[in-house]
């Protein structure tokens, strides 16, 4: 039965390489039926609306910030 399932998230995508600058969106389907919510991480990193837009600010090099 449906009930005995476990839930769980579809993303549009899992991994997205960004410029500093760049946006993109993630969609989130959830099994449900509720809205996903999205954060940032690292907030210094990438900046994250309620509706999924994702804005990069910094690059990361093998675990260190950039700024360029």
Known sequence: AASDSYPWV?????????SIGDEFYLIAVTSTGKKATYKSANS????????????AKKTIYKGRESDY
């Open 10 to 18: 579809f993303l549009s995508t899992y991994k997205e390489e960004l």
């Open 44 to 55: 210094k990193v990438a900046s994250v609306s309620k509706k999924g837009k994702i804005k």
